[in-house]
Nanobody, 120 residues
């Protein structure tokens, strides 16, 4: 099993980025897959989750309306489209998978993380 994030980088406030989480070893629709982030000196927090099966979605309050999670079963990849980025979105972003209907903080599998920096 492997989860590989990509798409992070440096972006100006108000800009956009799309993170990708390429999954191997299981089908993305069979697992709940979430995006988590951890900023320096802060605890890791859940940002978004797409549940297994029908794919219900969850967004943390500060990203609602700005971030969109999606999955492509053909590519076995989960995406996080981030728009209207703010400096407080700066963090290492991780994708994580749980063999359940919904995401949990102690997920079964984790990616290596990708850095997102929002700065002018």
């Amino acid at each position: 099993v492997q989860l590989v994030e990509s798409g992070g980088g440096l972006v100006q406030p108000g800009g956009s980025l799309q993170l990708s989480c390429a999954v191997s070893g299981f089908a993305v629709h069979d697992y709940a897959i979430g995006w988590f982030r951890q900023a320096p000196g802060k605890e890791r927090e859940a940002v978004s989750c797409i549940g297994s099966g029908v794919g219900s979605e969850y967004y943390e309050d500060t990203v609602k309306g700005r971030f969109t999670i999606s999955r492509d079963s053909a590519k076995n990849t989960v995406y996080l489209q981030m728009t209207s980025l703010k400096p407080e979105d700066t963090a290492v972003y991780y994708c994580a998978a749980t063999h359940s209907s919904w995401c949990v903080s102690d997920s079964d599998y984790w990616g290596q993380g990708t850095q997102v920096t929002v700065s002018s």
